[in-house]
């Protein structure tokens, strides 16, 4: 089975996301973990469903019907998520 892994990265960026979030619109959050969730879960039996980003080393995976994307890397034995953006935020290396 493949392993899931968060870099810190990407957890403090979810969590900024959530807190806003919770800010505008209490409760938006919880759903938006679970809809990440699930498309982990879609990740995790399908890891290269995601488009490759040559210049990261990345895969990038948007989240359909959401404003959010994913950036993660596939190893032999672990996904690892990388970052979450918003789609509307600069996510190429500069």
């Known amino acids: 089975m ?13 969590d900024a996301i959530t ?13 938006l973990v679970a809809i990440i969730g699930r498309r982990i879960d879609l990740v995790i039996d399908f890891p290269e469903i995601g488009e490759f980003v040559p210049e990261l ?6 989240l359909t019907g959401l404003p959010y994307l994913l950036l993660y890397h ?9 970052s979450v953006h ?4 600069n996510w ?3």
């Open 57 to 62: 080393g990345l895969r990038k995976l948007t």
């Open 74 to 82: 596939v190893g032999e034995a672990a996904v690892s998520i990388v």
């Open 19 to 31: 807190d806003y979030l919770d800010g505008a619109t209490p409760g938006v959050s919880s759903r």
């Open 2 to 14: 493949t392993r899931l892994i968060w870099t810190q990265g990407a957890l403090r960026q979810l």
């Open 86 to 89: 918003h789609a509307a935020q």
């Open 92 to 94: 190429r290396p500069r």
